[in-house]
């Protein structure tokens, strides 16, 4: 199987890392946690030494403290995954590497103020940690692995699909032209730190959405690679039958098995 970069979104609960940790159900898989809360899920079917759990835990600006080594440990630990025996490498929740980004920024200058920074340079460096992150992700997939990324999401203004809206109450200008504003639609968007998010989407694959139906003991999770009308959802896999994708069983086998 060749190498992939897949992006997972939804909100909390259903099932991001549920498709996730499932990678361990079909191939080695190793795991890096940004988030320590979620090491009991994942070792529940994954093996302790293919967890890691990497954070911030001096990053205390209240307390004065701006310790930040997990940015740095990241990116060693995902350049040690390319000769590693793992098929499948899972970074949840991948969002949170921007604040470790943004702790590695602001740490020399003992601030949580991206705005302490003059000229945007904190957001300008931002972007330029993210974009090395992601080619990371990419190095692994040019190495056969397949890396699924969950990220928490944020219901936000997606630059580039607007439609220009007549002003209320202001119908012509002074020349005598409709007076309107660009207004963005809204999208189901990654939560980064910058306007980064609105060029993620392109490092990947496929982008996935995580959907839930009925509740209770009859609730059931999918993930569908199609884009709706407040998701960033989208792909450049092909499948087997297209038109019976849209609810795919939310797990890394059951996606595999649509694949062509």
Known sequence: ????????????????????????EVGPTSAL??????????????????VAVL??????????????????????????QADGDATF?????????????MHEILKLHKTDDPSALEHGRAYTQHNNYAHQFLQELRRLRARGKTVVAPF???????????????VQGRQK?????????????????????????????????????????????GLRRFVSPYMSGASLAK???AFREPAKVARIPNTMKAFLEVLA
């Not at 701006?66 to 990116?75: D, F, L, P, R, S």
């Not at 490498?89 to 980004?101: F, G, M, N, Q, W």
Request: charge should be negative; aromatic fraction near 10%.
């Open 1 to 24: 199987m060749s190498g992939k970069l897949i992006g997972v979104l939804g909100i909390p609960g259903t099932g991001k890392s549920h498709f996730a940790r499932s990678c361990a």
């Open 33 to 50: 946690l940004l988030d320590p809360g979620e090491r009991e899920f994942y070792e529940r079917l994954l093996a302790p030494d293919r």
């Open 55 to 80: 954070w911030d835990e001096g990053w205390r600006p209240f307390f004065g403290e701006y310790q930040a080594t997990a940015y740095t440990n990241v990116m060693k630990w995902l350049g040690a």
């Open 89 to 101: 490498i899972v970074i949840d929740p991948a969002s949170e590497i921007t604040h470790l980004a």
């Open 152 to 166: 928490h999401v944020a219901m936000r203004e997606a630059e580039g699909v607007g439609q220009p809206v007549a």
């Open 173 to 217: 200008d002074a020349t005598g032209k409709l007076v309107t504003e660009l207004r963005f639609e809204e999208r189901l968007m990654p939560v980064l730190l910058s306007n980064f998010r609105q060029h993620v989407a392109g490092y990947f694959d496929a982008w996935l959405t995580t959907v839930t139906e009925g509740a209770g003991v």
């Open 235 to 237: 792909t450049r896999l």
